[in-house]
């Protein structure tokens, strides 16, 4: 950017801004230069690590574990991990607490050796962040080394190889470390801080022995007599550390059987609660499946009821329904015969009507060709014929005919005919 303008100046302004122009390609040049070793970054010799974008705050899950410096961007950092041996002490100030077998506390001296693994440590990162491992992993051989020192007596760690202990703790602890992305190399066992009471038994125990040794030595006591008096102290400790082990015992099992009784307890007062609650969803079940008998045996009933019920309506009206074609039909062979009856009657009705009107238009045919008459003679003759056999007071005038010119017309043509006849 600073080139860039620094040209443009120069363009612009020519020779008078030569100064300006190359104070600016000099601040372009230191700039970035500047960027250019920030975006450089080194991995230690004794360091493995990842690579992290600042920016978009994503981690690379592949280790860096060559040291030397490489170019990572200027949005990039590493996030960084020994990779060099590490060392988790338990030491005379800071003891390890553990109980044995029988339950008797003991505190260890313990001297742990582990790496953190190279190709696991994105898991690491991802479960513990950047410091968080060291107090986890310590948490971890906490509770394991108790775990792991629970399963020997306490008699085994004044007579057993310590060796072999530590050991079977390194063992236990390399298993449970891995779960967390890291190795046990070495476990040393330094020493063990036994209870005041187990130092006092063990006190008089050597002085037993010193006295009996002192008295060898100054012949005050035969050989015998010293045995005894120690194996009388043997006894003696023995005794007292039976029953302090038989007290521990008998309280450990007192213990449990206290934890099992209120356990059988809760169980009854459990099993006792889903029984009556079974015995409650039984009732339930039961009352509701008689309630649905009797709803389903009503709804039968009533089902039944009105399937015989529409069985005689349908059966009564299968009944009406061939009554009613009967009589239909009874009534159409009756209204069919009327009908024919009726049919043939007017037929011959007709038939006699036309053969008298044929009868009579052949006679008035005949009449007006035999005798000349015109269309009206011909009427007047019939009218005539028709008032012969009919009442003359039936006899309707027409009310726009003289009565004279009428009759006068009509008898004209009466006499002509009978004279023509």
């Excluded at 981690?59 to 030397?68: A, I, L, N, Q």
């Amino acid at each position: 950017i600073f080139f860039r303008l620094g040209c443009v100046v120069t363009m612009k302004c020519g020779g008078p801004c030569l100064l300006t122009a190359g104070v600016l390609v000099v601040g372009a040049i230191v700039t970035g230069i500047v960027l250019i070793v920030m975006s450089f970054n080194g991995v230690g010799e004794g360091q493995m690590c990842l690579l992290y974008n600042t920016d978009t705050r994503i981690v690379d899950p592949e280790p860096h574990t060559k040291p030397g410096k490489s170019f990572v961007g200027l949005f990039s950092d590493f996030i960084c991990f020994p990779k060099t041996m590490l060392v988790m002490q338990f030491d005379q100030s800071n003891p390890l607490s553990v109980r044995t077998r029988e339950g008797l506390k003991l505190d260890l001296r313990i001297n742990i050796q582990y790496r953190l693994l190279s190709a696991e440590l994105y898991q690491l990162f991802k479960k513990t962040g950047t410091d968080g491992y060291k107090g986890t992993l310590d948490l971890v051989a906490r509770s394991t080394i108790r775990n792991a020192a629970s399963a020997f007596r306490a008699i085994q760690y004044l007579t057993v190889n310590k060796a072999e202990i530590a050991a079977n703790m390194s063992g236990e602890l390399d298993k449970a470390m891995g779960h967390y992305h890291a190795t046990v190399r070495s476990l040393l066992l330094n020493g063990v801080t036994l209870p005041p009471e187990w130092e006092s038994v063990i006190n008089k125990q050597r002085e037993a022995l010193m006295n009996v040794k002192i008295a060898q030595r100054n012949g005050s006591l035969t050989v015998i007599e010293a045995e005894q008096k120690r194996n009388t102290k043997i006894i003696e400790l023995d005794t007292v550390r039976n029953r302090k082990m038989n007290e521990k015992t008998i309280e450990k099992e007192q213990s449990r059987f206290e934890n099992h009784t209120k356990i059988n307890q809760a169980l009854t007062e459990r099993r006792k609660a889903l029984l009556d609650a079974v015995a409650v969803r039984d009732a339930v079940l039961i009352n509701t499946q008689g309630l649905l008998d009797e709803a389903v045996a009503a709804r039968t009933g009533n089902v039944t009821k009105l399937t015989t019920e529409r069985k005689e309506l349908l059966v009564a009206w299968d009944i009406e329904y061939m009554q009613a074609i009967a009589a239909a039909d009874v009534q159409l062979v009756r209204a069919a015969a009327q009908a024919k009856a009726d049919l043939l009657h007017g037929f011959a009705r007709v038939e006699r009507k036309r053969g008298a009107l044929n009868a009579t238009r052949h006679a008035l045919h005949r009449l007006k060709s035999r005798m000349r008459l015109n269309g009206t003679e011909i009427v007047t003759y019939a009218w005539v014929q028709w008032m012969k056999h009919h009442n003359p007071e039936d006899l309707v005038m027409d009310s726009y005919t003289p009565d004279s010119v009428l009759l006068a017309g009509q008898r004209a043509a009466f006499d002509r005919v009978n004279a023509t006849r």
